[in-house]
């Protein structure tokens, strides 16, 4: 996956946690993913559209997540609470949107969040798209982004080129 | 003043309100999305609408270009995740009159509503 697609993510993430939660991000080095099982046990997850297709997730460990949801909620809400699965998508809702719109040049819709909570459960993402995980560190614990995207345009772009010189 | 928050995100509501609340107004009315906003809005009749872009049964932007062809003149700001160019000249094409991207903080928000409030007093 070309690296336009993920620094976006990595500005994007801490650029939401400083300001909405007044959280600073550590990022650390992204890597290849193995398998569909989720990282953590909290995921949001949001789809993207358009010129870039996919979905992208944020992962929590269950006490990482509580602790961030009652920094940005201002409460302490428990995860079987539909707040708190309210609170964990609009956190991938704005750390998806901030990274769509750094795309150069791509027109992106993104989806309504879905939030899947319990621990070994799965997230299915598409076949043969690589999935990369940037590992994250707060003072309020771990977390993750995880991104399986593809470039659209560029790809129905060669495909062209390919069948013009065919 | 009245505001009404529209936002399917009932943690996104209660930031707005809560900032709100601070800027001293009280008279606020939720709705979750669209359609429920366009049920609430001739009752409630707010001088103000604070509304979310992407949203179940009823987005943003189909609630806007309802909700002008029936009152042209409510001040209406967009706050939404959605901060590229193209859509933010949809969405004033649409009859948005201010917009706000998330993640957004208190100053910003609270400038925003007074740039708003003083174009439609003027």
Same mark, same amino acid.
């Not at chain 2, 669209?34 to 979310?52: E, H, N, T």
């Not at chain 2, 943003?60 to 995740?81: E, N, Y």
């Not at chain 2, 201010?98 to 174009?119: A, G, H």
């Given at each position: 996956?070309?690296?336009?697609?993920?620094?976006?993510?990595?500005?994007?993430?801490?650029?939401?946690?400083?300001?909405?939660?007044?959280?600073?991000?550590?990022?650390?080095?992204?890597?290849?993913?193995?398998?569909?099982?989720?990282?953590?046990?909290?995921?949001?997850?949001?789809?993207?559209?358009?010129?870039?297709?996919?979905?992208?997730?944020?992962?929590?460990?269950?006490?990482?997540?509580?602790?961030?949801?009652?920094?940005?909620?201002?409460?302490?809400?428990?995860?079987?609470?539909?707040?708190?699965?309210?609170?964990?998508?609009?956190?991938?809702?704005?750390?998806?949107?901030?990274?769509?719109?750094?795309?150069?040049?791509?027109?992106?819709?993104?989806?309504?969040?879905?939030?899947?909570?319990?621990?070994?459960?799965?997230?299915?993402?598409?076949?043969?798209?690589?999935?990369?995980?940037?590992?994250?560190?707060?003072?309020?614990?771990?977390?993750?982004?995880?991104?399986?995207?593809?470039?659209?345009?560029?790809?129905?772009?060669?495909?062209?080129?390919?069948?013009?010189?065919? | 003043?009245?505001?009404?928050?529209?936002?399917?995100? $009932? #943690?996104? =509501?209660?930031?707005? %309100? @809560?900032?709100?609340?601070?800027?001293?107004? +009280? !008279?606020?009315?939720? &709705?979750?999305?669209?359609?429920?906003?366009?049920?609430?809005?001739?009752?409630?009749?707010?001088?103000?609408?604070?509304?979310?872009?992407?949203?179940?049964?009823?987005?943003?932007?189909?609630?806007? $270009? #309802?909700? =002008?062809?029936?009152? %042209? @003149?409510?001040?209406?700001?967009?706050?939404? +995740? !959605?901060?590229?160019? &193209?859509?933010?000249?949809?969405?004033?094409?649409?009859?948005?009159?201010?917009?706000?991207?998330?993640?957004?903080?208190?100053?910003?928000?609270?400038?925003?509503?007074?740039?708003?409030?003083?174009?439609?007093?003027?």
């Amino acid at each position: 996956m070309d690296a336009a697609y993920i620094t976006p993510f990595m500005q994007s993430i801490q650029n939401v946690f400083a300001t909405m939660l007044q959280l600073q991000v550590q990022v650390g080095e992204p890597k290849v993913k193995s398998g569909h099982q989720a990282t953590f046990d909290v995921s949001g997850i949001i789809g993207m559209s358009g010129d870039v297709v996919g979905s992208v997730v944020l992962s929590f460990p269950t006490d990482s997540a509580e602790r961030i949801v009652a920094l940005f909620t201002g409460e302490s809400i428990s995860t079987d609470n539909a707040d708190f699965a309210d609170a964990v998508g609009e956190l991938v809702n704005m750390v998806a949107g901030g990274a769509k719109g750094r795309f150069e040049g791509r027109k992106v819709s993104i989806s309504c969040p879905n939030v899947v909570i319990g621990s070994d459960h799965t997230v299915t993402s598409q076949k043969a798209v690589p999935c990369i995980v940037i590992p994250c560190d707060t003072d309020c614990g771990e977390m993750c982004i995880e991104i399986c995207i593809q470039d659209r345009k560029t790809q129905n772009a060669q495909a062209a080129e390919a069948s013009a010189t065919a | 003043m009245k505001i009404m928050l529209v936002d399917d995100s $009932k #943690t996104m =509501r209660n930031i707005q %309100k @809560s900032v709100l609340t601070q800027l001293g107004h +009280t !008279e606020l009315a939720e &709705a979750c999305d669209g359609q429920d906003a366009l049920s609430k809005v001739a009752a409630f009749a707010p001088d103000l609408i604070l509304l979310d872009w992407n949203m179940p049964n009823m987005d943003g932007l189909t609630f806007i $270009k #309802t909700f =002008r062809q029936a009152d %042209k @003149s409510t001040p209406v700001i967009m706050v939404t +995740t !959605e901060s590229e160019r &193209a859509r933010v000249v949809e969405a004033i094409k649409a009859g948005v009159n201010n917009y706000v991207v998330k993640p957004f903080t208190p100053d910003i928000l609270s400038q925003r509503i007074t740039e708003t409030m003083d174009k439609a007093a003027a």
